[in-house]
């Protein structure tokens, strides 16, 4: 228990640093800086395999698994590689969620501390509920199985393009029963006008941001799960991906047009997780072969979009 105390210490204490110290002037994010902050975040989550290592080398953490240090450590990387790639696709969404309810940049980080925060404390429960039930009920991984491929197709066929949050079915509610004004008054997230208490649209970009990171996680929990059932390396590979989210967010929204193929990438990291689940209880999987596949996938992903240049795609298309 202790371990778990100090590691969720950690994560606020830096979540204090970051708001206080390091961003208590709003600023836009440059890409310098995102770089930085994203590259010291994946530093943070790729050391933290030691500490991983380290407690289950010592037995610090319940084992309900029973897993060889080395096995906890390559469950973990796989895990937060997972987590990073899906962390991607996130972006997208929340770069159409800023531009249609006109955030300024000054102000897109403040948002997203608080949407991080949010979405720390529902991944949360939600991971906890994920490892009681697959620990309860064996066939619940074939049910999170043919999610994830069912997910996998659905990605494959949508278009990120068309999501407009002011159209969704949350928005329109919320506008029913939360007074919303279209004017930005610095970084509040309400105000006060004619006596009422009105949400600027900084709070309903929150709103959307942080019920959108809760579909995304439907996606991610039991893609990770797919990976190990182990509370603690599912939370701190899920926690460490998306506090290296905001960072990621500023240094890639501004090259969305260069990562064209990602999609499929992370449609074939779903697929293949899914149908590891499936296949759980009769094909064992080494764990280097899903970190192998998992990494080849993203990195596919990344150098189709360098390299085939978007004259090509757009040829394709219109024949």
């Known amino acids: ?73 390559l469950k973990y990387v796989t895990g937060y590689l997972i987590e990073f790639s899906l962390s991607i696709d996130n972006v997208f969404v929340i770069a159409v969620i800023f531009r249609s309810f006109a955030i300024p ?70 506008r029913r029963v939360l007074p919303f004004t279209r004017f930005i008054d610095g970084e509040h997230f309400f105000i006060v006008k004619r006596g009422i208490r009105v949400a600027t649209p900084l709070f309903m970009a929150l709103i959307i941001i942080e019920l959108t990171d809760i579909l995304f996680a439907l996606d991610s929990i039991p893609a990770i799960l797919a990976i190990t059932a182990d509370p603690f390396i599912v939370f701190s590979s899920n926690i460490l991906a998306i506090m290296g989210l905001r960072s990621m967010y500023f240094l890639i929204s501004r090259m969305l047009n260069k990562f064209r193929f990602i999609n499929y990438s992370l449609v074939g990291i779903l697929a293949f997780v899914g149908l590891k689940m499936i296949f759980s209880h009769h094909i064992e999987t080494p764990e280097w072969l899903s970190l192998a596949v998992i990494s080849l996938a993203l990195a596919g992903g990344i150098l189709a979009s360098l390299l085939i240049p978007a004259e090509v795609v757009e040829n394709d298309k219109s024949v």
Not at 122 to 145: E, H, K, P, T
């Open 1 to 73: 228990m202790s371990i778990w105390i100090i590691f969720i210490a950690c994560i606020l204490l830096f979540l204090s640093l970051d708001l206080g110290v390091f961003n208590k002037k709003a600023h836009v994010i440059q890409t310098k800086e995102a770089a930085i902050w994203t590259g010291v975040w994946v530093f943070i989550a790729l050391m933290f395999s030691w500490v991983i290592w380290w407690i289950f080398s010592e037995g610090m953490v319940p084992n309900p698994t029973g897993l060889e240090p080395k096995d906890a450590v």
């Open 105 to 174: 940049a000054i102000y897109q980080h403040r948002v997203l501390f608080w949407g991080i925060l949010g979405a720390i404390l529902f991944r949360a429960i939600m991971i906890v509920f994920g490892v009681a039930l697959i620990n309860q009920f064996d066939w619940i991984v074939y049910l999170f199985g043919a999610f994830l491929l069912y997910t996998a197709y659905k990605m494959l066929k949508s278009d990120a393009s068309e999501f407009n949050p002011k159209n969704s079915f949350i928005f329109k509610k919320m």
